[in-house]
């Protein structure tokens, strides 16, 4: 409970009393930030990612001595966040966590030193994001950051997180003008609105008063059908990506990092530039290995590079960790029972995940340890999982592991890759085939709206079905079986030699047997598979090789 006068210092106990705050306030929250959903299937998922991945960081806060200073403490809340983090949203709120722990790092807790580290957490977030958007949680936070720089707002502690916390809301209403997406469904950011709830808890801790926090969001107008959607947090936009990883460690000002950035960005994606003067860990998916390399040395001395996820593999496993056997594994995240039997039984480490949980990075850094080898392959099959995936790749190879995480949006593109996984191959060589393969399979998936919404195709209804291809919604129908059979014209429409089918756990009756029957009428040259996966919410999964 907050107390009932306001705090001058932000110590460990103020911390903890704060995480307890966040916490709860996220559980309160967790269903009405769902809701913020732009997307008319109910995958938007960000305030159960972030509940759980405070969560995480309370249950590591939790193991501590009830004395440990709050250096101890603010540690332990950034690393159980790290590990605990799901979807894009948990990931950078544990980078949030770490900023705002090392900008109180070695400074006392008043006003002054906690404005500070507040922009220092905002910093951080937009840091992590390769390509950031306003209109995001990155902006609401930066909103809260910046109005502490006054002297006003720094006259003491309650002072500054008032102001803060209502700079965040107020900058969460304007998320709507910011994102077209937002302004179409009418709604506010979700993750935004997350992180209001923190700031409110944090305002109630250090105020001892119960904060003006918002009330539940409504959608606040009709969709407007002249507009399309074209984000979301649901399936991703589309399939494959660049074929190399870089990795380099790089010694340089702090200066040529945000040039660094800027070059790197158009050679590809998943990137990541984190250090601190004047070591810095580059990170990036490209297909120009050299032109990467080359941004390295304009930017300072680039060395221990590394392409396509090779490390150095001399580091010492954790004390007390049983060392793993040569060889070469695959740990892939499952959304059903039946593509878990699947995938287990062409010799992959499952990881439970999808749509309402996903695979957060401890339960994936626990399916790495689990696979008892060296050399591992990470196959995320979600765009939200990515850089959860990518965490959990740079936890096990800080324990010696060699990773390498293959961008899979669809559990089809992941049946692609394994298709062609050939553990004899050289690591790399493996990479290489396995992106291709992954790149090369179209996905497609059929479902049903739970809500009213602008969708490429026009507005849904509740209860329409909806067919995609490479994560945008193409068609609305009626029947699940006629816009099965027209998502799969469609992308035959392409080319295509194999369409793989994968039935949900609410898969009418003979629905891939209607669609297999379409094929043999109208591309009798095609080939098909059909798979039972028991997936939630899309009855059927569509991949064309």
């Known amino acids: 409970m907050p107390s009932t006068s306001p705090l001058a210092e932000f110590n460990a106990a103020a911390v903890r009393a704060w995480l307890a705050a966040g916490r709860d306030g996220l559980a309160a929250a967790r269903e009405e930030?769902?809701?913020?959903n732009v997307y008319p299937v109910p995958d938007g998922d960000t305030g159960t990612n972030l509940h759980l991945t405070v969560e995480s960081a309370a249950e590591a806060v939790a193991e501590l001595p009830a004395d440990a200073d709050r250096a101890d403490v603010l540690s332990a809340l950034a690393g159980g966040a790290l590990m605990g983090a799901r979807g894009n949203s948990g990931v950078i709120l544990s980078q949030i966590l770490r900023g705002l722990g090392d900008g109180l790092d070695g400074?006392?807790?008043?006003?002054?030193?906690?404005?500070?580290?507040?922009?220092?957490?905002?910093?951080?977030?937009?840091?992590?994001?390769?390509?950031p958007v306003e209109g995001t949680m990155l902006s609401v936070l930066r909103a809260a950051a910046e109005v502490t720089k006054t002297d006003e707002a720094r006259r003491d502690l309650a002072s500054l997180v008032t102001v803060a916390a209502e700079a965040a809301r107020e900058a969460l209403d304007r998320t709507p003008d910011q994102l077209e997406v937002l302004r179409q469904a009418g709604v506010v950011d979700a993750g935004g609105r997350g992180v209001c709830v923190l700031l409110d808890a944090l305002e109630e801790v250090v105020t001892g008063a119960v904060s003006r926090a918002r009330p539940p969001q409504q959608r606040r107008e009709a969709?407007?059908?002249?507009?399309?959607?074209?984000?979301?947090?649901?399936?991703?936009?589309?399939?494959?990506?660049?074929?190399?990883?870089?990795?380099?460690?790089?010694?340089?000002?702090?200066?040529?990092?945000?040039?660094?950035?800027?070059?790197?960005?158009?050679?590809?994606?998943?990137?990541?530039?984190?250090?601190?003067?004047?070591?810095?860990?580059?990170?990036?998916?490209?297909?120009?290995?050299?032109a990467a390399v080359e941004a390295g040395i304009e930017a300072g001395r680039p060395y221990r590079i590394r392409v396509t996820h090779l490390l150095d593999n001399a580091r010492a496993v954790r004390a007390g960790r049983d060392l793993p056997s040569e060889g070469r594994g695959v740990v892939s995240v499952v959304a059903g029972a039946g593509l878990g039997a699947l995938f287990a039984a062409a010799g992959a480490t499952v990881v439970s995940g999808g749509p309402g949980h996903r695979a957060s990075t401890a339960e994936?850094?626990?399916?790495?340890?689990?696979?008892?080898?060296?050399?591992?392959?990470?196959?995320?099959?979600?765009?939200?999982?990515?850089?959860v995936a990518e965490a959990a790749a740079g936890q096990a190879r800080d324990e010696g592991l060699r990773v390498g995480v293959i961008p899979t949006k669809a559990s089809v593109q992941a049946l692609a890759a394994l298709a062609?996984?050939?553990?004899?191959?050289?690591?790399?060589?493996?990479?290489?085939?396995?992106?291709?393969?992954?790149?090369?399979?179209?996905?497609?998936?059929?479902?049903?709206?739970?809500?009213?919404?602008?969708?490429?195709?026009?507005?849904?209804?509740?209860?329409?079905?909806l067919g995609l291809l490479d994560g945008d919604f193409a068609i609305i129908g009626d029947a699940i079986d006629t816009v099965a059979c027209a998502v799969v014209d469609r992308m035959l429409g392409s080319g295509g030699e194999l369409v793989t089918l994968v039935t949900g756990a609410d898969a009418e009756d003979g629905l891939a047997e209607a669609v297999v029957e379409h094929l043999h009428r109208t591309r009798p040259e095609v080939d098909s598979l059909v798979y039972a996966g028991d997936q939630p919410r899309y009855p059927l999964l569509i991949g064309v090789e």
């Not at 393969?437 to 919404?453: D, L, M, Q, S």
């Open 33 to 36: 930030i769902d809701d913020l």
């Open 420 to 465: 062609v996984h050939d553990p004899q191959r050289r690591f790399e060589d493996d990479i290489v085939h396995m992106t291709a393969a992954a790149g090369h399979c179209r996905h497609g998936a059929v479902t049903v709206a739970a809500r009213e919404a602008v969708t490429m195709a026009g507005v849904c209804h509740k209860g329409d079905v």
């Open 364 to 387: 994936l850094l626990d399916g790495l340890r689990r696979a008892r080898v060296r050399d591992l392959i990470v196959l995320p099959n979600d765009a939200d999982s990515l850089a």
């Open 223 to 290: 969709p407007d059908a002249d507009r399309p959607v074209d984000g979301s947090e649901g399936p991703a936009e589309e399939g494959g990506g660049p074929a190399y990883e870089v990795m380099f460690l790089l010694d340089a000002p702090v200066g040529e990092i945000p040039a660094l950035r800027e070059t790197l960005r158009p050679l590809g994606d998943s990137l990541v530039v984190v250090g601190g003067e004047p070591t810095w860990n580059v990170h990036v998916h490209v297909d120009d290995v050299g």
């Open 107 to 131: 400074h006392p807790g008043d006003a002054a030193a906690f404005g500070s580290a507040l922009e220092q957490a905002a910093e951080a977030a937009y840091a992590a994001v390769a390509d």
